[in-house]
């Protein structure tokens, strides 16, 4: 049977393509001191609806309330410290969209906030994956038993069978693939999946 977490991390190795992509667009704009809304808004997007609706849902409305029927505090340890840093991430891309505009015009200090929050999102992303996918993870492998397994295999392929998800997962899985083309950035393996 599969783990509860083979969905999330083949999810998570497709927001690794895509933080990689932003990163060497980040450090383009940073040595040519220009942020286009063009180039960006699609990231901003990836991560609304791929990463953070399509992708957190799973964790914040399946996953975590599983671990804690298993027994794993909500308040406290990492289901806490997860939550904590989505919360964190979603700011990091609200303040990111917000100085889109601005920096688009050229203003100098929105140009600053664009490229600031897009490297602490992207540390933040990076280390909580790897949280997720090496702690966290494999303590619900480890704890969730067969039969919440399937039912949260189920659970995972409803909500991906919600249209608006549905949509989401396709669009932004074929946005990966084109931004790893356009950055040279070697695409997902998992870019099909779904």
Same mark, same amino acid.
């Given at each position: 049977m599969?783990?509860?977490?083979?969905?999330?991390?083949? +999810?998570?190795?497709?927001?690794?393509?895509?933080?990689d992509c932003f990163? *060497?667009?980040?450090?383009?704009?940073?040595?040519?001191?220009?942020?286009?809304? +063009?180039?960006?808004?699609?990231f901003v997007g990836f991560f609304r609806?791929? *990463?953070?609706r399509c992708h957190h849902c799973k964790e914040e409305d399946r996953l975590f309330p599983c671990l804690e029927r298993c027994g794993m505090p909500h308040e406290h340890g990492p289901i806490a410290v997860m939550l904590h840093e989505h919360q964190i991430g979603r700011a990091h891309v609200r303040a990111i969209a917000a100085?889109?505009?601005?920096?688009?015009?050229?203003?100098e200090e929105a140009i600053k906030d664009v490229l600031r929050e897009g490297r602490a999102f992207i540390e933040l992303l990076r280390n909580h994956i790897m949280k997720e996918d090496h702690v966290l993870f494999q303590m619900a492998d480890d704890m969730i038993p067969d039969a919440e397994r399937t039912r949260l295999a189920d659970e995972y392929a409803q909500a991906d069978g919600q249209k608006e998800n549905r949509v989401s997962?396709?669009?932004?899985?074929?946005?990966?693939m084109e931004l790893c083309a356009r950055y040279g950035i070697a695409p997902p393996s998992t870019a099909g999946a779904g």
């Open positions: 599969n783990h509860p977490t083979h969905t999330l991390r083949d +999810e998570h190795q497709v927001i690794l393509k895509v933080l990163e *060497a667009a980040l450090r383009r704009a940073r040595d040519e001191s220009v942020v286009t809304q +063009e180039e960006f808004e699609p609806d791929f *990463a953070d100085a889109l505009p601005g920096a688009n015009s050229g203003d997962l396709v669009q932004y899985r074929g946005l990966a």
